[in-house]
């Protein structure tokens, strides 16, 4: 009775080890297929630029054994770069802009050999641009808000030297008018200042060649200017010592608008203001009906000009 019992247990054991060994081969040598991102590093002769970045990702479709491709696909992180060199009699009679066609073949990649790529040979297209030597207009970019009651005075700054030579594709120097220093913060300053500041080597974000790489750029300043209006101030009259006549003016009150730093104008009261016309001791009473026309006057404290509306008045002179 026992040998029977052993027999079955000795072919069940065979029989389970020869699906362990079809289940290995099914998995090791069955097709698997799976999806591959390759970054192409281009290489241009020397005086050619590829535009706008000389790399390009493709995604490249992998067929193998399943085991081959699963580790082809965990090792992708370093298999990922193809480099492809772009061959000088290519781009020998290019003058400007051209776009190009590169393929990238089986022998291009560095997987096992037992993989086959379903998408290979692959066409990829490139704009490639001779590069070009050409003096711009250097200029900068102000950052920031100056200190209160000052703005930033574009007419007084200035940067030196006033053009740079720069070097890039020949495509965009074509269409670039300048190129600018990195940006200057100007926040809270009010004093004039002059510093270096590199330059930006870069054109449409596009990387030039640019000599020198750093100017001096002087940033000025202006004060901040405002206008204010006090609808209704008082007239007063400088009379002479002594005067024996009698006085007396058409208007009691004027408009006057006063100019200057806004931060003076900010706690400018009409009382600050003092309107007068001034008599002279000549003066005399006149014919009925006829009077001085005088030129009113205004005191502000300094730093402030002022407008009178309107700016003549009438003065009558008569007898006590």
Same mark, same amino acid.
């Given at each position: ?16 080890? +020869? ?94 050999? !037992? ?44 940067? !030196? ?106 706690? %400018? ?25 005088? +030129? ?16 003549? %008045? ?7």
């Amino acid at each position: 009775m026992k040998t029977p019992i052993l027999s079955h247990l000795a072919t069940g054991l065979m029989a389970l080890i +020869l699906a362990v060994i079809l289940w290995i081969f099914a998995y090791t040598e069955n097709l698997s297929d799976a999806k591959v991102t390759y970054r192409v590093q281009f290489t241009a002769p020397q005086g050619i630029r590829i535009m706008p970045s000389d790399s390009k990702t493709v995604e490249v479709a992998v067929r193998g054994p399943r085991r081959i491709v699963e580790n082809f696909r965990a090792q992708q992180s370093v298999q990922q770069l193809i480099k492809k060199k772009i061959e000088p009699e290519t781009v020998a009679d290019l003058v400007g802009d051209r776009s190009i066609t590169v393929p990238v073949t089986r022998e291009d990649t560095n997987g096992d050999k !037992r993989l086959t790529f379903l998408n290979l040979p692959l066409s990829i297209t490139i704009d490639v641009s001779r590069e070009e030597t050409k003096q711009l207009r250097l200029d900068f970019m102000p950052e920031g808000t100056p200190a209160p009651g000052y703005i930033f005075s574009r007419e007084r700054s200035f940067v !030196r030297p006033v053009t740079v030579k720069v070097t890039g594709p020949k495509s965009l120097l074509d269409k670039a008018t300048a190129v600018y220093t990195k940006p200057i913060d100007i926040s809270g300053l009010y004093q004039s200042f002059q510093w270096p500041v590199p330059i930006v080597a870069s054109i449409d974000n596009q990387p030039v060649a640019v000599e020198p790489s750093t100017a001096q750029v002087y940033v000025a300043f202006d004060v901040k200017t405002a206008t204010k209006t006090f609808p209704e101030v008082p007239v007063k009259l400088l009379v002479p010592p002594s005067y024996p006549y009698k006085l007396t003016l058409n208007r009691a009150t004027v408009s006057v608008t006063v100019s200057g730093p806004e931060q003076a104008l900010a706690t %400018l009261q009409a009382t600050d203001i003092i309107v007068a016309v001034p008599v002279e001791a000549t003066d005399r009473p006149q014919a009925e009906g006829l009077r001085y026309v005088r +030129l009113p006057k205004a005191w502000l404290p300094p730093g402030l000009t002022a407008k009178i509306e309107p700016d003549n %008045l009438e003065l009558t002179v008569s007898a006590e």
